[in-house]
């Protein structure tokens, strides 16, 4: 017996062994499924990204009045001229003719006028003699007065022909530069003003001072920008330098490119050093917001405070050992803007750009502080005065439209704007500066609540309410409840939603079939 008494605990303690190791292997398998991220700190920017050709704001056509052979050229393409440079010359045979006639016939018409004055005097004189009879003097009367009529249309046929014989010398119509030479000497040219289609454009010169990116938005951006707003824009021929911009103005009707709803945004550019150039491709990113130097987390780390409780399921955790009671409160005081299935909804791609698609989150932060950053990817501080430029702006376009000032004038003021708010290296957002965080560098962060599970020391993920601002396509900015450096569980948005209908049944057979909120409430929200 005591051999077999032996043989017997061997093979239990045996037993103990592999369920042990079993046991074991399983925890530390489980533990391998745990997918995990780090809470680190750096730099959220949200802006919408778009691509556009360069275009001159003013863009002129430069016809001829007069018809006829051009005889001289005295501009090129890429000139730089001033207003009222000759720029052509056409055979002036034709108009000088009919100035010479015009002419004559002036001479005349004023003669005839002497002469009908004199008859009229001298008929007059005889009326009070009594020697000629009142019609006699009504005739003459007559001739007078056909004789000023002449003289009107004499002075008026001259003034024309003198107007069409300056009009064979093609002057430019502003200062700019000539991107357009359609002629060359010899061509025959018909004149704008007595053409059907609209008479031979010559040149096409343009001011290239300032030019303007038209761009195309998609519509889930759109909601976002708004005139005034500072943009950063980057062509091809100069891959390490960005140029300053401005959104001038979207324009309201919306264009449909496969399927997608576009509309046309204006961002007008300060060109005076000459580099850009008509029809140049940009790519055109505006910025909307920034969170800089924040705690991030991934987006997959976060979760709604409604669906902690399928979460805590989805990592293997123990309701009865959870108090769940303070996320279900934030729960139902609809603490939510964040999406279903544990994901902020983002305003972002990866690098913080806008994607084509996608909602914008309800929660977004107000930097009074620092700009977006300008060439150099650093931020730059905004002066004070940049909080009511959307308002100056509207102000401007009033004034426009009221006849005060021209479009001259208003764009000047939008450039003088520009260099105050940005100091020609950084941007300016409307609304920045506001609420008295203009010189310390504050910011006004509108936050809502949701959950991340840290890991704990003894590896276990525990719940955390925190507080969360701007979140993009990839990360979250917790502006409070977390530290950089904290390790958080990764909650896939299939085990969630697998847990959902779970935590749901068991929470109604605890609370005697009513909801998980308490009096048969519905489910939690979330996907």
């Not at 001298?122 to 009142?134: F, G, K, N, P, S």
């Not at 530069?177 to 007595?194: H, L, M, P, R």
């Not at 902020?344 to 932060?365: E, F, L, M, W, Y």
């Not at 520009?418 to 310390?440: C, I, L, N, T």
């Amino acid at each position: 017996m005591k051999p077999l008494c032996r043989s017997l605990i061997v093979l239990a303690l045996g037993v103990i062994a592999v369920a042990g190791c079993e046991t074991g292997e399983a925890a530390e398998e489980a533990g391998q499924r745990l997918l995990t991220a780090t809470a680190s700190r750096g730099d959220l920017l949200i802006r919408a990204e778009a691509t556009g050709t360069v275009e001159p704001v003013r863009r002129v056509e430069v016809k001829s009045k007069a018809s006829g052979e051009i005889l001289r050229l005295h501009t090129d393409v890429g000139e730089v001229v001033s207003r009222g440079t000759l720029l052509a010359e056409i055979d002036p045979r034709d108009v000088l003719n009919r100035y010479n006639q015009a002419e004559a016939d002036l001479a005349v018409a004023r003669a005839q006028l002497e002469i009908a004055q004199a008859q009229l005097d001298r008929q007059r004189r005889l009326l009070d003699a009594e020697v000629i009879t009142q019609a006699e003097f009504e005739t003459v009367t007559l001739s007078f007065a056909n004789a000023q009529a002449g003289l009107v249309r004499a002075e008026t046929n001259f003034e024309l022909a003198e107007l069409q014989l300056a009009d064979v010398n093609i002057r430019a119509p502003l200062e700019g530069t000539i991107i357009q030479k359609n002629v060359e000497e010899g061509t025959v040219i018909q004149s704008a003003s007595s053409n059907v289609s609209g008479g031979t454009a010559l040149f096409v010169m343009a001011d290239l001072g300032e030019m303007q990116v038209r761009t195309l938005v998609d519509e889930t951006d759109v909601g976002e920008l708004e005139a005034g707003l500072q943009a950063a824009v980057r062509v091809e021929a100069y891959p390490d330098r960005t140029f300053q911009g401005v959104i001038d103005k979207i324009e309201p009707q919306a264009t449909v490119e496969q399927n997608v709803t576009m509309f046309p945004v204006i961002v007008t550019i300060d060109n005076r050093s000459g580099l850009l150039r008509p029809g140049m491709n940009a790519e055109v990113e505006v910025f909307i917001d920034e969170a800089l130097d924040v705690v991030l987390v991934p987006n997959n780390a976060v979760v709604q405070t409604a669906d902690v409780g399928p979460a805590a399921m989805a990592l293997g955790l123990d309701l009865e050992e959870l108090d769940l009671s303070q996320f279900m409160r934030m729960g139902r005081g609809g603490g939510g803007g964040v999406r279903g299935g544990g994901m902020p909804a983002p305003r972002g791609d990866a690098s913080g750009a806008r994607p084509a698609t996608g909602a914008p989150s309800g929660g977004q932060q107000r930097t009074a502080g620092p700009g977006a950053p300008g060439a150099a990817g650093a931020p730059t501080e905004t002066p004070g005065g940049a909080g009511d430029a959307s308002a100056r702006i509207a102000a401007l376009r009033a004034q426009v439209q009221s006849g005060e000032i021209t479009q001259d004038s208003m764009r000047a003021a939008l450039q003088a704007l520009r260099a105050r708010g940005g100091g020609g290296a950084g941007f300016f957002r409307p609304g920045a500066g506001a609420a008295g965080g203009e010189a310390g560098g504050e910011t006004r962060t509108e936050t809502r609540g949701a959950v991340v599970f840290v890991l704990g020391a003894d590896s276990i993920p525990e719940p955390r309410l925190v507080q969360i601002g701007l979140g993009d396509w990839d990360n979250t900015q917790v502006v409070s409840g977390l530290e950089e450096g904290e390790t958080l569980v990764i909650v896939g948005a299939a085990q969630l939603q697998a847990q959902q209908q779970a935590f749901l049944n068991q929470m109604r057979s605890r609370m005697g079939g009513g909801g998980p909120f308490g009096g048969g409430g519905g489910p939690p929200r979330g996907r």
